[in-house]
């Protein structure tokens, strides 16, 4: 990187192949646009899978590139003249996606369906770059004011917290229910934090690793579980419930991805339970149907998140519901993007960051 750069930007190529380039700072074309100088980006397993593979699905076009990064947060450094909910200096947090706005999705209220959606560091076409630049271009009513008290590496949170907002609200968690979250890395967690925010009675976290396992427990004070990777999803099951002393459980939020953790998943439940596919695994599994249509199950799929999930996530982090900060494990220089890359790659902490473009 030099200091000439404009625009300095981390672009993958493919697999293991990346690089500081320069592009040009963005340029307000919509009235509300807004332009925030990043402050940190967050590491985040779906940088993991693209910097290992290359992209999810699609893949990074070898020859252009693409600019990666999609949690952050930062300081607006200028204005659309429609602007009215910003101002200069402001410090956000940023919902790195951009819908249509006129699709049906979009005018139902699900904008996060929206075939459209061009969401940061998503290979295209058209390609979306993402936020690991010193500037980044959004519309002024995705990028949220945090309180002053908060810092910009703890607004980095905001984004995967807005994923466990989604994720609990479509288990309709209620005050005093039993919770059980499948997988303790960063979305297991805070899904487990926002479900005790909720009113969950009782929160089992569910892991194969004890050192997960012993953070969850110092984080949240909740139950823990460790899956015995050589038993049957059933028998993990029964054991998780004797330990609880319940015969089966109101809700289960899957945050793993793994196939064992889904059927264990839906043997834990009670008849008429709840469950939520958050984590995103192999493309196909096999899971017990017959003990989902049997117990008559509702069972739904999470993707990202969507109207009010933002705003309510930085209301818990602004009334210290949850304390992300205890989350972050490590910060990296900006030209050091592939180092926290690979320490996430391999299990180093649980949220590492990287500081935005310093002068």
Not at 308 to 325: H, Q
Request: with cysteine.
């Amino acid at each position: 990187m030099t200091p000439s750069m404009q625009n300095p930007s981390i672009v993958l190529y493919g697999p293991g192949k990346a690089k500081v380039e320069d592009k040009p700072i963005p340029e307000i074309t919509d009235g509300h646009d807004v332009i925030i100088r990043i402050g940190f980006v967050g590491v985040c397993g779906s940088d993991v899978h693209f910097w290992n593979h290359g992209g999810i699905g699609k893949h990074v076009n070898p020859d252009t590139g693409i600019v990666m990064g999609h949690e952050a947060s930062g300081t607006v450094h200028s204005i659309g003249p429609l602007v009215t909910t910003l101002t200069v200096g402001d410090r956000v947090a940023l919902e790195p996606g951009t819908p249509c706005r006129y699709c049906r999705a979009c005018k139902s209220g699900s904008y996060h369906l929206c075939k459209y959606m061009r969401f940061a560091a998503a290979p295209g076409p058209p390609d979306t770059h993402g936020t690991l630049s010193k500037y980044f271009k959004i519309a002024e009513d995705f990028a949220y004011k945090i309180p002053e008290w908060m810092s910009l590496e703890e607004a980095v949170l905001v984004e995967p917290t807005s994923v466990a907002v989604h994720a609990v609200k479509l288990a309709d968690v209620k005050p005093g229910e039993v919770v059980v979250v499948m997988g303790s890395g960063t979305i297991g967690l805070l899904v487990a934090a926002v479900a005790k925010a909720f009113g969950a009675g009782r929160i089992a976290l569910v892991d194969i690793l004890d050192r997960k396992l012993q953070f969850a427990k110092g984080f949240l004070e909740c139950d823990t579980f460790k899956s015995d990777i050589a038993a049957d999803a059933q028998g993990n099951a029964s054991k998780l419930l004797s330990d609880l002393g319940l015969e089966g459980v109101d809700a289960v939020i899957e945050a793993s991805g793994a196939a064992s953790s889904v059927d264990m998943g839906i043997h834990v439940l009670r008849s008429g339970g709840k469950y939520v596919q958050t984590g995103m695994g192999r493309p196909r599994i096999e899971f017990p149907i017959g003990m989902m249509a049997e117990k008559e199950l509702s069972v739904k799929g999470c993707f990202r998140y969507n109207a009010g999930d933002y705003e309510l996530a930085v209301d818990l982090l602004s009334r210290k519901k949850i304390d992300v900060k205890q989350l972050i494990s490590s910060t990296s220089p900006f030209e050091e993007t592939t180092a926290a890359w690979e320490k996430t790659k391999n299990g180093e902490g649980i949220k590492n960051l990287i500081r935005g473009v310093e002068d």
